[in-house]
């Protein structure tokens, strides 16, 4: 059987990235190893207030892997990312390569002097940018008491 590359994309609970960054990192790749995958990268994506609660949550962190599988298990693995407390929701598409790039951003995250930005609270609220409304237009609505309507019959 061949060997395919995959990208997973995988939205982690924040309260366990806040414990600790290697312990959530795990909970991806540890299921990844559990059934057979290589993982050839791993890192934090990013962290962002969702669009909506997910699982109760509002803020999510996202995590990029790359990985190499063999076997068909992806149905196994995404039914162990299905039913963990941790993993929020989880996307994982069949690529040809992995990016140079995220072999770059892999390895500096490895480093010992990585340190992981620590995410907002959970209630902050974000700063949108305020687009200025346009003049509305004066809207012109008759009243229907005022029409004469034809007789029926």
Not at 23 to 33: F, N, R
């Amino acid at each position: 059987m061949k060997t395919k590359t995959y990208e997973t994309m995988v939205l982690l609970d924040n309260a366990l990235v806040r414990e600790d960054w290697k312990k959530a990192k795990a909970a991806v790749t540890d299921t990844l190893a559990k059934h057979g995958a290589t993982v050839l990268t791993c890192r934090r994506f990013d962290e962002k207030k969702l669009a909506y609660p997910v699982k109760g949550r509002n803020r999510g962190t996202f995590v990029m892997c790359y990985f190499t599988l063999e076997k068909e298990t992806m149905a196994d693995i995404r039914r162990d990312w299905e039913l963990s407390e941790k993993v929020l929701r989880s996307l994982i598409l069949r690529v040809e390569e992995v990016p140079a790039k995220e072999h770059e951003l892999a390895a500096a995250e490895d480093s010992a002097d990585f340190v992981v930005p620590a995410p907002p609270p959970d209630d902050m609220v974000e700063e949108e940018p305020v687009a200025e409304a346009a003049p509305a237009e004066e809207i012109m609505v008759p009243d229907l008491n005022d029409i004469d309507m034809p007789a029926k019959g």
